[in-house]
């Protein structure tokens, strides 16, 4: 598990992401996101906090592999750091993206 503060900008884009596409359950204070990279599929398990702070609990990585479906555990620091770099990079793309279509859409 990681904690990560962001600028405020950073912290409601990824919150906001969050409430609208994560799964939570009841009574449940984090939320769970899917991520593509490559041939593989993530899912991420984030945390919102105070103070402008996320952490990342654990990541699940999957693949199929000559048809069979495989998952690999994820809670060394240094992927999980790397996955929430990607997620935040990922989002702010698509932001961008949204903000350019309304601007010429």
Same mark, same amino acid.
């Given at each position: ?5 962001? $600028?405020?900008?950073? %912290? #409601?884009?990824?919150?906001? %992401? ?5 799964? $939570? *359950? =009841?009574?449940?204070?984090?939320y769970e996101?899917?991520?593509?990279? #490559? #041939? %593989? !599929? %993530?899912?991420?398990?984030?945390? =919102? *906090?105070?103070?402008?702070k996320i952490?990342? +609990?654990?990541?699940?990585? $999957?693949?199929?592999?000559? *048809? ?10 240094? =992927?999980? $750091?790397?996955?929430? !770099?990607?997620?935040? +990079? !990922?989002?702010?793309?698509? !932001? ?8 010429? *859409?």
């Open positions: 598990m990681i904690i990560r503060q962001f $600028s405020q900008e950073q %912290y #409601d884009l990824l919150c906001r %992401y969050l409430t609208q596409q994560g799964h $939570s *359950g =009841p009574l449940d204070a984090s996101v899917s991520m593509k990279v #490559d #041939d %593989y !599929e %993530y899912r991420l398990r984030l945390q =919102p *906090g105070t103070k402008r952490a990342i +609990l654990q990541a699940v990585r $999957s693949w199929t592999e000559q *048809g069979e479906q495989h998952f690999q555990l994820i809670t060394d620091n240094l =992927p999980l $750091s790397c996955l929430l !770099e990607l997620l935040l +990079l !990922e989002r702010k793309s698509a !932001e961008q993206h949204k903000k350019t279509f309304r601007q010429h *859409g």
